[in-house]
Nanobody
Framework: QVQLVESGGGLVQPGGSLRLSCAAS????????MGWYRQVPGKERELVAV???????NYGDSVKGRFTIASDNAKNSVYLQMNSLKSDDTAVYYC????????????????WGDGTLVTVSS
């Protein structure tokens, strides 16, 4: 199995910054894609940012220019630097991983963390 553990959420004022971290553990040789999604009550989970192992990124329209995704492949970790935060960024942020090479086989299943709450409020 694969476990994803997020950290770094919390309360921040509008205009502030926050950095989320996510570490994957388990029988992992290589992860092809890692990233972040977010969800607020009553709405669907939406893309924040994803990053492929070869460096391809994809950002949600609402965070472009403000958020930056990065990874450390050696540590099976992904990070999200969030700047110029707005109240609309308040959500539970979920770490995501997919396309995982394990011992002897390729696992296509998508894995999710339990989420970390980010609250942007004055």
């Amino acid at each position: 199995q694969v476990q994803l553990v997020e950290s770094g959420g919390g309360l921040v004022q509008p205009g502030g910054s926050l950095r989320l971290s996510c570490a994957a553990s388990g029988s992992i040789l290589q992860i092809n894609v890692m990233g972040w999604y977010r969800q607020v009550p009553g709405k669907e989970r939406e893309l924040v940012a994803v990053l492929s192992r070869v460096g391809t990124t994809n950002y949600g329209d609402s965070v472009k220019g403000r958020f930056t995704i990065a990874s450390d492949n050696a540590k099976n970790s992904v990070y999200l630097q969030m700047n110029s935060l707005k109240s609309d960024d308040t959500a539970v942020y979920y770490c995501y991983a997919a396309g995982i090479w394990k011992d002897g086989y390729f696992d296509e299943k998508a894995y999710w963390g339990d989420g970390t709450l980010v609250t942007v409020s004055s």
